[in-house]
């Protein structure tokens, strides 16, 4: 740091108070003659240079905007903003590789910093690399859903919806590359609801939800059958897991004397915006479970603890999508324990609970306000996207095994279709997330 002398440091205080005194009032011209006078005194003063740089830029001067933030990268070589006002000058000036050499600096200080994610995109866009835009964008668009976009600036809420827009775009595109063979094979009028589906995934059409409290969170398959709770003649096969009531109890009864192989369900990082929206549950055992199949993955500890349970469900016509499902375990809800009133992923599946252990005035399952008891051995189907909650207000534990498995509404060729979109959307996500 360069030495002021005592009077002349002082003159520099009151001259940076008297110059963010200005700037709050809006009186820039005044404020940009403090801190230009501050440069004077003490040629590398950070906030000065800093503030005469953006200044500089605003009136489109970007030679002298350049020259100020390499002064002030002199003064502070690390500091992200000063690598992302010199970025944005550089961009401006189509100096492109030079401009990503700072953006990266930038998020190698501060890798949480959206202005700087953006900017990255842009620019990669600029550069003609379309899936590195993809990828900032992506991480841009996590960033400020984790932290609500409402509160964000709107000139960043702007960027986002740029991003957004080519985000979607070549997610369609990639989609479309997929389903093109399906749609060959089958006939596009086959998998009409598919190809609607891919439609609203990748934002070319609004939802239309055929019921208000039809939301589900990743992905809406129009043209179902309204309907939220199913009857067990609907599906005939239950019958056959029905009769394995008693066997399926006794190998949960073997796993119930040790916590080995359960977990809380739901496990939020603390700090993110669905740790508080479960707060009441977030790495509680007060609801907790017994994986046998977990986003597609199959358990072997807890299969091979339960064998079985685990021939059982492998029977079944189970949801089957690589990273998705099936899902398939024992559901421990605790006594006085409330599941908050939410929604599932997708509708082209159903829920199955095989109830195994009720306690006399346990609780319920609502779905869109149809509130279902349980019985044990008798199972209960319904489709999760809708809203639904449940209880146990007893001062007994509740346990029931519970999968999915396909909509019967479903052909086998839009099953194929639908696994595929949901395939796509995963492998779409984990090569961005993995770039980034």
């Not at 500890?301 to 189970?318: G, V, Y």
Request: with cysteine.
């Amino acid at each position: 740091m360069s030495y002021a002398p005592p009077a002349q440091a002082n003159d520099v205080v009151a001259l940076e108070s008297r110059g963010e005194a200005l700037l709050k009032s809006g009186d820039l011209a005044g404020a940009d003659a403090c801190f230009a006078r501050i440069i004077e005194l003490e040629p590398r003063h950070l906030r000065a240079l800093q503030f005469l740089g953006i200044a500089a830029t605003g009136r489109r001067d970007l030679a002298s905007a350049e020259a100020l933030f390499r002064r002030a990268l002199e003064v502070a070589p690390d500091n992200p903003r000063v690598h992302f006002n010199l970025a944005l000058v550089l961009q401006t000036q189509r100096q492109f590789d030079a401009a990503l050499h700072h953006i990266e600096q930038c998020l190698a200080g501060a890798p949480r910093y959206l202005p700087g994610h953006l900017q990255r995109g842009l620019i990669y866009e600029s550069l003609g690399s379309k899936a590195a835009a993809v990828s900032s964008y992506l991480r841009a668009l996590r960033l400020a859903d984790a932290r609500g976009p409402a509160r964000l600036p709107a000139e960043v809420r702007r960027s986002l919806n740029h991003a957004s827009a080519v985000v979607r775009e070549q997610l369609a595109d990639e989609i479309a590359a997929a389903l093109a063979p399906l749609s060959a094979r089958h006939g596009e009028d086959r998998l009409r609801r598919v190809l609607d589906c891919a439609d609203i995934f990748s934002g070319r059409r609004a939802a239309d939800y055929a019921h208000p409290r039809w939301r589900p969170r990743f992905m809406y398959l129009p043209g179902l059958p309204v309907k939220p709770v199913w009857e067990r003649e609907d599906l005939p096969w239950l019958a056959a897991v029905e009769a394995r009531t008693e066997v399926v109890r006794r190998e949960l009864e073997s796993v119930l004397g040790s916590e080995q192989g359960f977990a809380p369900y739901v496990d939020n990082p603390p700090g993110s915006r669905a740790a508080e929206e479960w707060k009441a549950l977030n790495r509680s055992r007060d609801w907790s479970t017994f994986h046998f199949f977990r986003h597609g993955e199959r358990i072997e500890e807890n299969c091979r603890r339960c064998p079985e349970t685990a021939a059982m469900l492998e029977s079944l016509d189970q949801m089957r999508v690589p990273g998705y499902a099936p899902e398939a375990m024992f559901s421990v809800l605790r006594p006085h324990t409330r599941i908050q009133a939410h929604f599932g992923s997708v509708n082209g599946r159903l829920i199955v609970h095989l109830p195994l252990i009720v306690p006399p005035d346990c609780g319920a399952l609502r779905v869109a306000g149809e509130e279902r008891g349980w019985t044990e051995g008798r199972c209960l189907v319904f489709d999760d996207s809708f809203e639904h909650e449940a209880w146990n207000d007893s001062d007994q534990t509740r346990i029931v095994l519970i999968f999915d498995t396909w909509n019967p509404d479903l052909s086998h060729a839009e099953r194929e279709a639908f696994a595929t979109l949901m395939q796509v959307a995963k492998r779409f996500e984990l090569s961005h997330r993995a770039a980034d």
